[in-house]
């Protein structure tokens, strides 16, 4: 049973190609299919919250900040929100009906939820957490009962071990990106001709600030690529029109893409939130990060990570001033430092070592 929460694009995706590599490893044997228990629980109380979610974190970062930091102390586990969405029961009648052998888990909820079922209840012989956050990784990620822990860096694993965690049970796979990206290995290439790949995720103002900056900043024969996925509805017009009066050439503005790993293997540079999915995408695929917002919390360790590494950096807050800092970038020497960087440090395997480990040290699969 492969569980996951749409609480942010990452926990789903890690699910996905973790679902994928399984089936893939195991020879078709194994082919879990990713759910979300508190959209089956609950679809329209988990639309609410998820809205909510989003709102918070993009619109009143100071808010989710004080949110996150309060929420160190606990408790974890079923409580007033279980019981107005019912994952509790949802997990019950699942664990009773399809009584799996293994509870792997890329959210950090559940685990609390199976330690409270009831003992007539069967539980699973092995539960594998797959933390999709780097560095500042949530307390609430740490003390469940687990039996072991998959971590997307050795930075990761070193603060696990540092809050009392035991060492055999954190392994570093790397985050579980979309197997392909292992199919093929990503070189720096010229930068007279820069190909930047920007995901345009934050709100209207910014992104236009951005659009505007980069359509007046970027070198001529520069390359630009706007995808505006889920917000193509709100983004894209404005996008169109801002591009067409500036009369400049070589720019392309998509909706949603489903041939990421290829987009960004083409590319020298990705602008992006900090994000666990794309951060980790991007160093998967070997192409810097240009980070341009940052969820206070959780996605702070997934920037530190890009920095740690020379894989990537923050970009100015206004987005003004974002295609002046990627001329510089190119000027100054530091983003062809940084797509060498990326290169050595490129991981793409991580779905692939998650499954490895899940289906050697799981009895009976």
């Not at 390359?223 to 996925?229: Q, Y």
């Amino acid at each position: 049973m492969l569980l996951t929460a749409g609480f942010g694009e990452g926990h789903n995706s890690a699910a996905r190609q973790l679902a994928k590599a399984l089936g893939e490893e195991s020879g078709g044997r194994v082919l879990p299919e990713a759910k979300d228990p508190v959209t089956l629980a609950s679809p329209r109380l988990a639309a609410v919250a998820k809205r909510i979610y989003h709102d918070v974190t993009t619109r009143a970062p100071g808010l989710w900040r004080m949110a996150f930091e309060l929420s160190r102390a606990g408790p974890f586990g079923p409580g007033l929100w279980d019981r107005v969405v019912g994952i509790q029961a949802w997990l019950e009648r699942a664990m009773r009906e399809q009584r799996p052998r293994a509870v792997v888990t890329t959210y950090p909820l559940y685990p609390y939820f199976l330690e409270a079922m009831p003992a007539d209840v069967p539980r699973p012989e092995r539960v594998w957490v797959v933390v999709t956050d780097s560095i500042t990784i949530h307390p609430i990620w740490m003390r469940m009962r687990a039996d072991g822990w998959m971590v997307t860096d050795e930075y990761s694993r070193e603060y696990l071990i540092g809050e009392g965690m035991e060492a055999g049970r954190v392994e570093v796979t790397g985050f579980p990106v979309d197997p392909v990206f292992a199919m093929g290995r990503r070189e720096a290439g010229e930068l007279g001709r820069l190909r930047v790949l920007y995901f345009a995720t934050t709100g209207t103002a910014h992104v236009r600030e951005t659009v505007a900056s980069l359509l007046r900043e970027l070198p001529e024969r520069a390359e630009l690529t706007v995808v505006t996925g889920r917000s193509e509805a709100r983004l894209r017009p404005m996008i169109e029109t801002m591009v067409a009066a500036s009369g400049r050439g070589g720019v392309r503005v998509e909706g949603w893409c489903g041939d990421i790993p290829a987009r960004m293997a083409a590319s020298d540079v990705v602008l992006t939130k900090a994000g666990g999915a794309t951060v980790h995408e991007c160093l998967a695929a070997g192409v810097p990060a240009v980070v341009n917002y940052v969820i206070p919390g959780q996605e702070e360790g997934n920037l530190e990570l890009l920095e740690r590494l020379g894989c990537g950096c923050r970009a100015p807050v206004s987005g003004g001033e974002t295609g002046r800092f990627l001329r510089e970038l190119v000027s100054g020497g530091r983003l062809r430092a940084m797509q060498e960087a990326a290169t050595r440090e490129r991981r793409p395997d991580g779905a692939v070592l998650a499954a490895r480990r899940i289906l050697a040290d799981t009895p009976g699969i």
